[in-house]
């Protein structure tokens, strides 16, 4: 064996080890991805989405842990997957959610509080097959809103009753155009109006009914006091001529 080849034999194991460094670099290879803000009113739910990659391989029994510090980067942890810790200012108000399989999960709070506006660091730790443990955390974190409620609630009241009152919409294509009615909408606009019309038509039945009605019972009433006068008329006459004296006019014949 030459000294050339005995010189390749004792470098080769130096050269997989680079080349294995060089598929997972420590310093890149890895991180934590979540939005950098978000924005909710006080007494609601907020979720906190996040994902993570690395490169190295992980350990039969990754021992995968997930943990959440608030406030800067080394700030107080106030949850851990695997310590089944939650911190006394969220008991009972937070939840994580693992997707299996995508590297992927979501941190929820609920029942929000003024005091939860603050910035919140996701953190996540494995076991890998060669490398040990590997722990890496976000850096900027997500910057958490809390809005008040009375506003959000005032301002979701005005979007309905613009949207209600504005019956233009905006198409795929930038385009203003009338917003069709749904059939539904149509066959309960066509009863309204029907229904309308109908009660219309029949308070005009009923006013010319009653109308109509009104001159019967008052011509009728006419007619009766007119017979009423002439009867009265002919009694008064009838009882003038019995009251009128017999004896003068016998007293004026001569003889």
């Given at each position: ?213 009104g001159l019967q019972t008052k011509t009728r009433t006419v007619a009766r006091e007119s017979v009423q006068n002439t009867e009265e008329k002919y009694e008064n006459i009838g009882i003038t001529d019995d009251l009128t004296p017999q004896g003068p006019r016998a007293s004026l014949c001569?003889?």
């Amino acid at each position: 064996m030459g000294p050339s080849l005995l010189l390749s034999l004792l470098l080769l194991p130096a050269s997989l080890q680079a080349g294995s460094s060089k598929e997972c670099n420590p310093n890149t290879d890895f991180g934590i991805n979540q939005p950098a803000s978000l924005s909710a009113p006080e007494g609601d739910s907020t979720c906190i989405s996040f994902s993570y990659f690395y490169c190295w391989e992980l350990a039969k029994d990754p021992r995968l842990s997930i943990a959440v510090r608030r406030t800067d980067f080394h700030g107080e942890v106030i949850y851990n997957s695997t310590q089944h810790f939650v911190h006394k200012d969220f008991k009972n108000r937070i939840s994580l959610d693992l997707r299996e399989g995508q590297n992927s999960g979501t941190l929820c709070i609920r029942n929000l509080r003024k005091e939860d506006e603050n910035r919140y660091f996701c953190r996540v730790q494995v076991e890998t097959l060669r490398d040990g443990k590997q722990v890496w955390q976000s850096i900027p974190g997500t910057k958490l809103t809390i809005t008040d409620a009375a506003q959000a609630t005032a301002k979701g009241t005005t979007t309905a009753a613009t949207i209600t009152a504005d019956l233009n919409v905006v198409e795929n294509n930038g385009s203003s155009a009338s917003s069709p009615l749904s059939v539904g909408a149509a066959v309960g606009v066509a009863l309204a109006g029907v229904v309308l019309i109908i009660a219309v038509l029949g308070l005009i039945v009923f006013l010319r009914w009653k109308r109509s009605k009104g001159l019967q019972t008052k011509t009728r009433t006419v007619a009766r006091e007119s017979v009423q006068n002439t009867e009265e008329k002919y009694e008064n006459i009838g009882i003038t001529d019995d009251l009128t004296p017999q004896g003068p006019r016998a007293s004026l014949c001569p003889g």
